[in-house]
């Protein structure tokens, strides 16, 4: 009897190690299925709110037709103000007067940043000429962007 009361131990020793490991295999397991279920979620979440990139150039394109748009009614308002004032005034609209302030803020934006200071100037030169300013800007503002992000993968 001695002898199956040790094994009898030997064997409720090992039935409680066993137990316990199964306790942290389940404990694991919850954890587990816990982080997925908080992936998941976190992955609708950031499908819910769709490309920021994207966005931002629906929202540029937006921006840049309104601004034409006002520019077209501000050449009206003039035009018809010109005609009112029975010749007495000359109204006209005038583009790229404030890319000036524009500009300097752009200078002290890049200083130090290996930018070429001195193609700046013609650069806003030729958007002061320019009957689209904001489109242009856009235009090449992309491509440096672009060109840039590839200079830092490459």
């Known amino acids: 009897m001695p002898q199956l009361d040790a094994q009898y131990a030997d064997v409720k020793a090992r039935s409680t190690a066993h137990e316990a490991k199964l306790t942290a295999l389940a404990d694991i397991d919850k954890r587990r299925s816990e982080a997925s279920r908080t992936l ?13 990139e994207e966005r931002h ?3 540029r394109a937006e921006m840049a037709a309104l601004y034409k748009e006002r520019s077209v009614c501000l050449v009206e308002q003039c035009e018809t103000l010109t005609e009112q004032s029975g010749g007495l005034l000359s109204v006209e609209m005038r583009r790229g007067l404030g890319l000036r302030a524009v500009e300097e803020k752009f200078r002290g934006m890049v200083a130090g940043s290996g930018l070429r ?3 700046l100037g ?3 030169e030729e958007l002061r000429k320019e009957t689209d300013p904001i489109t242009t800007w856009d235009t090449r503002s992309n491509r440096a962007r672009d060109a840039s992000s590839q200079r830092s993968r490459g």
């Open 122 to 124: 013609p650069m806003f």
């Open 57 to 59: 150039a629906t929202l």
């Open 40 to 52: 998941q979620q976190h992955k609708r979440d950031l499908a819910g709110l769709g490309d920021p």
């Open 117 to 119: 200071s001195d193609r």
